[in-house]
């Protein structure tokens, strides 16, 4: 996966979660960070990518997990940025 090196102000503080210490459907989320800014990436491939497996690790058939918790405020931040804002 590509990192995306470019800060996006929606994605403030991502760093300061201890995201190993989470879980998520699949174990630690320590790769949630990595979805998460791969879902700024200006490749529409990689952001797709990203979103399955987000949505598959933090929402698996319906569940909810520590990590999910911790990603909503990011989501939610991004989802309130128009997309040329976010894309990298």
Known sequence: MTEINTPVPALSGLDAVDWSALTHACGPAD???GLLRALCSPEAEQRHKALDALYGNT??????????AAAVPFLVRMGAVPVSGLLS
Do not use: C, K, N
């Open 31 to 33: 790769d949630v960070p």
């Open 59 to 68: 929402f698996h058939q319906g569940s909810r997990y520590p990590a999910t």
